[in-house]
Nanobody, 121 residues
């Protein structure tokens, strides 16, 4: 799994938007649940959002619900996390992961390396 924050990287001002991409290879992407996680300095990793293998079902942690949108394109083996109305507290390293156990998107089989997202105030 390869996570990226797009051409402009992961630095954005508060109130701005960013889209993360998660490109997969080496396994059957469309058979797997995808989860987005983040870890801020000094904090434990937390689940942000998950999407079922077919894309019909999604889940969000309360702190991002209404601001973040998870999606996937199984034809492109890619998942996305659209992040709007970003806040400084969203600053973290973001990871995508793949698993097989919806709705428990924490139960992962594969992890991406992570990408830094920094939201300036």
């Amino acid at each position: 799994l390869r996570c990226s924050a797009g051409v402009w990287g992961g630095l954005v001002q508060a109130g701005g938007s960013l889209r993360l991409s998660c490109a997969a290879s080496g396994f059957t992407f469309g058979d797997h649940v995808i989860g987005w996680f983040r870890q801020a300095p000094g904090k434990e990793r937390e689940g942000v959002s998950g999407i079922s293998s077919g894309g019909r079902n999604t889940m969000y942690v309360d702190s991002v619900r209404g601001r973040f949108t998870i999606s996937r394109d199984n034809a492109k083996n890619t998942a996305y996390l659209q992040m709007n109305s970003l806040k400084p507290e969203d600053t973290a390293v973001y990871y995508c992961a793949a698993g097989s156990n919806w709705p428990n998107y924490y139960d992962t089989d594969y992890w991406g390396k992570g990408t830094q997202v920094t939201v300036s105030s």
